[in-house]
């Protein structure tokens, strides 16, 4: 028998419902990742999994089937741009499926979760609610959060050493001519000003495209303005100073390091400030297998750059940082995404690596108090694993469609046939990666094309889409708040 309208059970449930909808929590998970990371397949993934039912066993609220539904809420924020789901879901879908493009700006979305909780007092209140808040962003963006600790002096001097020493000869020389022209501390002059913001912009682009794992170079709004584009916020750009010299009023240098100041001010800080300093929690992706592949230069680079941007965070240590977070982070998961690309017995060595690289960041993170953790991860698994007999030999490959142009032992793929690839071995010892003059892993990369993502067939069901571990992920960040 329903109880009647005045039993204590049902005026505490109305009570209850009345609660949840007013104050239902809000978890702001950041996905943080440099450019290709990740951070965009690993957020529709998410999103798809949770909405349209996944394969999560390791996901236990969902797992113990607590998990009524998740829906996706209008934007919380009318001044962000929505994360474009089903867009992504549609490239996704496409025949031949297409991976989403580079992200190009800043765009949020939020999910509700409605579920039982395992606790027997609140289960009385019947369905609980979380709200769960992603934002995501272009990778290149995140570079520039070191700047906030930067001088205009200190910066210029960094800038302008790699330029010299990494791409002197290549894809900085245009540049370096020109600064090797001008007298910074001659009377400023806007059109001196619009060429070498010009030239360097150019340079960025250049030593970019030439080494696609390279992540130290920024400000991130010269490779990806967003809408700042032809912004004067961008008409500066790293000058020769001698550390010794006054910078005279009025002079060139003096115009550049106010505007570096206001680019800090005007274009970091708030994203630091808007999207940055309310999380709490955070999954950081990392694209380890690439640079690996590289050699050691490109993991020092990738260990440098993540090192710098998670210095910024500082979980729990005292800083002008900490009165504008007010929140800390108190569960922090690395992973080293795109995991299906090398063999389920090489993950461990994966994450043993992913370790080393975030060392310092997971140092502090953990003596601020904050719950850190390591993976190996595949949002969206686009091969699966098989044996190849080759002699007498069985060696473990993995199957998947490579991207038509993807090249491979003198043979180019068409993207349309499947392709068996033994992907080589990670190092045994993590630590013979690291070294800046550790020789490329020998890995055989190639990119596969994304498993298609179909629509709800009639009956309104979805099939599950493939991952490695995506669910252990989740249920890292998520899982105590559905207790
Ligand atoms: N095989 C495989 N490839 C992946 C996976 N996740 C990402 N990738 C590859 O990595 C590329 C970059 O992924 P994105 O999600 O766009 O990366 P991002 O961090 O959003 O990059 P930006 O928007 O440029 O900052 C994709 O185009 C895929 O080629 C995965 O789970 N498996
Ligand atoms: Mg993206």
């Known amino acids: 028998m329903p109880p009647s309208d005045d039993t204590p059970r049902h005026a505490l449930h109305r009570?209850?419902?009345?609660?949840?909808?007013?104050?239902?929590?809000?978890?702001?998970?950041?996905?943080?990742?440099l450019s290709r990371s990740g951070k965009t397949v690993f957020i529709t993934a998410l999103i798809r999994n949770l909405v349209s039912g996944g394969r999560l066993p390791f996901f236990f609220p969902e797992a113990e089937g607590r998990i009524e539904r998740a829906y996706l809420e209008p934007q919380p924020d009318d001044a962000v741009p929505r994360f474009d789901y089903e867009e992504h879901l549609e490239t996704l879908g496409r025949d031949p499926p297409q991976w989403p493009e580079s992200t190009r700006r800043l765009s949020q979305l939020r999910i509700t979760i409605e579920y039982r909780s395992a606790l027997p007092l609140r289960r009385l209140f019947g369905i609980s609610r979380l709200n769960l808040d992603v934002v995501d962003y272009p990778g290149e963006w995140l570079i520039d959060l070191p700047l906030l600790e930067e001088s205009y002096e200190t910066w210029s001097a960094a800038a302008v050493g790699t330029a010299r020493t990494r791409h002197g000869g290549g894809p900085a020389k245009q540049w370096l001519d020109f600064l090797a022209s001008v007298d910074p501390y001659a009377r400023k002059d806007e059109q001196v000003a619009l060429k070498g913001a010009r030239l360097f912009a150019e340079y960025l682009r250049a030593a970019r495209a030439a080494d696609?794992?390279?992540?130290?170079?920024?400000?991130?709004?010269?490779?990806?303005?967003?809408?700042?584009?032809?912004?004067?916020?961008?008409?500066?750009?790293?000058?020769?100073?001698?550390?010794?010299?006054?910078?005279?009023?009025?002079?060139l240098a003096a115009m550049m390091a106010r505007r570096f100041d206001s680019y800090k001010s005007h274009v970091v800080r708030p994203f630091f400030r808007d999207h940055f300093s309310r999380l709490d929690r955070q999954i950081v992706l990392v694209d380890v297998l690439g640079p690996l592949n590289e050699g050691g230069q490109a993991v020092a680079d990738l260990q440098g750059a993540l090192d710098a941007v998670l210095a910024v965070f500082r979980m729990g240590a005292s800083t002008w940082l900490t009165a504008l977070i007010g929140r800390r982070i108190d569960k922090l998961l690395f992973a080293a995404t795109k995991a299906d690309h090398i063999n389920s017995s090489s993950h461990d060595r994966l994450e043993a690596i992913l370790r080393l690289i975030t060392e310092r960041a997971m140092g502090r993170a953990s003596a601020a108090g904050a719950d850190v953790g390591v993976q190996a991860l595949a949002a969206l698994r686009a091969t699966h694993e098989a044996e190849a007999k080759v002699g007498d030999e069985l060696l473990p490959c993995i199957v998947g469609v490579p991207m038509p142009g993807e090249r491979l032992a003198g043979r180019t793929f068409n993207g349309k046939e499947e392709a068996a690839i033994f992907p080589g071995d990670l190092p045994r010892n993590p630590k013979d990666a690291l070294p800046p003059d550790a020789a490329p892993a020998g890995l055989h990369f190639v990119r596969f094309r994304p498993p298609r993502v179909l629509p709800p067939g009639p009956d309104g069901e979805t099939a599950p889409l493939p991952h490695i571990r995506l669910d252990r992920a989740l249920d890292f960040l998520l899982a105590d708040w559905l207790a």
């Open 15 to 33: 009570a209850g419902l009345f609660l949840t909808d007013m104050m239902t929590p809000t978890l702001r998970l950041g996905v943080t990742g």
């Open 212 to 251: 696609h794992v390279l992540h130290t170079t920024g400000p991130g709004r010269f490779l990806m303005p967003g809408d700042l584009e032809g912004s004067p916020l961008l008409t500066f750009c790293p000058l020769p100073l001698d550390g010794k010299r006054h910078v005279p009023r009025g002079s």
